[in-house]
Each structure stands twice: as structure tokens, then as C-alpha cells.
């Protein structure tokens, strides 16, 4: 648990988690591949491929020509700077900003939060990338009761208004983050919380970004303790929070990777086709547990409690069905995983992962699991920490099942 924390701690940002899984891969013997290049794979190979330094997919060679996929999304809400705009207001200067995906915003007033990201540098040697994030905090106030005194009964949070932090007496940003000609950044505003636990036994672990981040480290640590039958890819996207229309974001990338695995392992058209249609995807995303205050927000027959298992998630927004439903609980129940079903109520809104858009776009039989957590989209989430536990039995259980068409083994 120890080093889940220190992942969520470091990861401010798509950028960050990236830097951080390929990391952690290279610590368990993965090596850097460039698609576009010839690549030598045997059984046993283990690399990684970047895109954009915010998106990486990860695989492992077994002997069975077979894909087994997770994937997971390395972006979380937050709020994405606007150039390198610090605003003059009203006697102080605040970063001016925009919404990035659709997080829960009034949870990011008073507390501390960082600029972090990438920056573009123009160097001796042309354009360099760097990773950055600010040695000081910057903060939203919110606005005292005595002038807003129906805040407690309705506050609607205006973006181009009220979420600029303050950032102080800056003239460029950019020059507090890095040395040298920025020519164009991807910075946001991130809340830097650490992560906690809560509970009198340590129940539950409380962080920002846990959506997604506990599901792409356990994903990662996953692939790296496995010892697959078939071929084993780990895939952590950027994007996934405002659609995954980006060449990072998109489903594509796994498609590269594993055509090129394809190519280099020398399979034929027709076993190309089987690898996807033999194979099985998990689109490991976290869903809403049931919030003690508020029971009557989930469907009454269904509810994902915290610390009772990986949520197996089904809507019409979901790829799960009853045939990749059912795969994934034999998988676990032949592991001893817990596992819990999801509905969510019919007349509330339901959101999206990368499950349905990977299915169409590989042909792989696909099913949305996750960890119940409460705070969804908050600047500081929750999740049972005995379902982190068991989140990575799971998936290191399937990406060492030997699936071959719908039969499990």
C-alpha cells in the first residue's frame, strides 16, 4: 500500500503517472520499444511504449498467441491553464483557467493545490519536453458566507468566475517552473493532497485521483508479477476524462501495439483475427459505491459496498455483457477474488470508460470492472483499501488465465 501511496502522491498529472508507471516497469525489467521500428519478441519479452510521455502500454510474451488486456486512464479531472495568463485581480493575480473533464469543483476551494504538467522548451539541440510541478502551492478561496449567505443551500460554481487560484506576486508563470524558452505548455491545476488513511482500522485510503490511478498502478504492478500464458498488455490512456478523441487517448494506440507485437512474433492474418476474438479485455475503471448518507442515489438491488470486492459494472454506456460478465467472475471465482454486481438506478445519468469504445475498435470481447468508491470526481476520493488488495489479485489472476475463445481454464 506503501507504494500506491507514493504513486498517487507523485502523480499530478497525466504526465507524471507515465513517468511514474514506466518507472516502476523498468524496476521489474521492462524495456523502452518504438512503434514504427523492427522489434525482436520471443516468449518471456517484456517492454513498454510510449505516446506523448501521457499515455503507455505495457505487454508481456507468453507462448499462447492470445490477447489479454487491461486498460485504465492516466488523466484525472482538474483544471487545465490557460497559456501563460496570470490575471491582475482586484489586488491580487490569479492562473487563469478552464474545467478539464467533469469533476466535483466546489471540492477544490481552500485547499492546497499545484501547477504541474509539461513544458516545451526550445534548447541548444532544438525542442526538449519537460516534466514540472510548482515548488509552491496556489489556492482557491471561496467566497466568506457573509457574502454569499445561501452558499449552504445552493452554489453554483461559476469556472471563468471562481476556480482561478491565487498564485501570487508572478509575472510569468512559465519562469516559475522552468529554466530556459518555454515555447507552449500542457499545464493544469491540481489538487496536492496526500494520500490518507481513514477508519479506526485503516479502512479506507483517501486520496485525490483515485479515479484512476489505483486501478493504473494495480494494473501495472499486475503485469509486472505475472508469468502469462497468452500475451499480457497493460494499457494506461490519457484523455479518457473529456472522450478519448486524442492519438493518446484513443483505443488505436493498443491496436498499434499489439498489431506490431503481431508483426514481430510473425503471425499470420488468421491468427491475428484470433488473437482479438480468442481474447478478452478489462476496462478496469472505478464505479459508485453506495453513499451511506445517500442510499437512495444507487439502485436499491444492487449497491457496491466499500471493502466487498471488485465491482463488475453493467449499463448500456459499459461493455460488459452477460457472456464477458460471466468470464470475468469465473476468472475470479476460480481465484478466490470477491466480486460484487453494478447497476446504477434508471433514472440517473451514468458515466463512460474506455470499455465500449476498445471493444469496437479491437473486436475483443470486453467487461468494465473496478473499485467502489465514494467522492467520485471529488479533489479528494475514497476507495476500501482491502479492494486495492484485492483489485490486483484480480487482475493479475486474469492476465494470468490462459482464455482461449469463451472457455475459461
Known amino acids: 500500500m506503501n507504494g500506491l ?31 514504427g521500428e523492427k522489434w525482436n519478441l520471443s516468449v518471456g519479452s517484456k517492454h513498454y511504449v510510449c505516446k506523448n510521455g501521457s499515455s503507455v502500454v505495457a505487454f508481456v510474451v507468453g507462448k499462447q498467441g492470445i490477447f489479454n488486456i487491461c486498460e485504465s486512464h492516466s488523466d484525472s479531472p482538474s483544471f487545465k491553464v490557460k497559456g501563460n495568463c496570470v490575471v491582475q485581480s482586484a489586488g491580487a493575480k490569479r492562473i487563469n483557467t478552464e474545467k478539464y473533464g467533469g469533476g466535483l469543483m466546489y471540492t477544490y476551494f481552500d485547499r492546497p493545490l499545484k501547477v504541474a504538467g509539461r513544458v516545451v522548451v526550445e534548447t541548444e539541440n532544438g525542442i526538449e519536453e519537460q516534466l514540472v510541478e510548482s515548488s509552491y502551492n496556489v489556492v482557491i478561496p471561496s467566497l466568506a458566507i457573509h457574502h454569499n449567505p445561501t452558499a449552504n443551500d445552493s452554489f453554483a460554481v461559476n469556472p471563468q468566475v471562481d476556480t482561478w487560484p491565487l ?8 519562469k516559475t517552473l522552468a529554466s530556459g524558452k518555454v515555447l507552449d505548455a500542457d499545464l493544469y491545476v491540481v489538487p496536492a493532497t496526500q494520500a490518507f488513511f481513514a477508519g479506526a482500522n ?26 502469462p500464458t497468452n500475451i499480457a498488455v497493460v494499457a494506461c490512456l490519457d484523455n479518457e476524462e473529456i472522450g478519448s478523441g486524442t492519438r493518446q487517448g484513443t483505443p488505436l494506440f493498443i491496436q498499434q501495439v499489439c498489431d506490431a507485437i503481431c508483426n514481430a512474433l510473425g503471425l499470420s492474418p488468421e491468427n491475428r483475427t484470433r488473437a482479438y476474438e480468442n481474447g478478452f479485455c478489462l476496462s478496469v475503471d472505478n464505479g459508485h459505491a453506495v453513499h451511506p448518507a445517500h442510499p437512495e442515489k444507487s439502485e436499491p ?3 457496491a459496498k466499500i471493502n466487498c470486492g471488485i465491482v463488475v459494472k453493467h449499463h448500456v454506456n459499459y461493455s460488459t455483457d452477460g457472456l464477458s460478465g460471466a468470464l470475468a467472475k469465473k476468472i475470479f471465482a476460480d481465484n478466490g477474488v470477491a466480486f460484487q454486481d453494478l447497476y446504477n438506478r434508471s433514472d440517473l445519468r451514468c458515466g463512460s470508460t474506455l470499455g465500449l469504445s476498445t471493444a469496437r475498435t479491437l473486436g475483443i470481447r470486453t467487461c468494465d470492472i473496478g473499485l467502489a468508491q465514494l467522492a467520485m470526481h471529488s479533489a479528494c476520493e475514497t476507495v476500501g483499501t482491502t479492494d486495492v488488495e484485492t483489485m490486483q489479485r484480480a487482475l493479475e489472476a486474469f492476465l494470468n488465465s490462459p482464455i482461449n475463445g469463451t472457455q475459461t481454464k
Open 5 to 35: 501511496r507514493t504513486f498517487l502522491n507523485q502523480s499530478y498529472t497525466a504526465y507524471h503517472t507515465t513517468h511514474n508507471v514506466c518507472k516502476l516497469l523498468q524496476q521489474h525489467g521492462f524495456s523502452p520499444l518504438t512503434l
Open 167 to 174: 498564485v501570487g506576486e508572478v509575472g510569468d508563470l512559465h
Open 202 to 227: 485503516n479502512e479506507y485510503l483517501c486520496s485525490p485521483r483515485l479515479d484512476n490511478l489505483t486501478s493504473a498502478y494495480t494494473s501495472m504492478v499486475a503485469l509486472a508479477n505475472s508469468a
Open 301 to 303: 438491488n444492487f449497491q
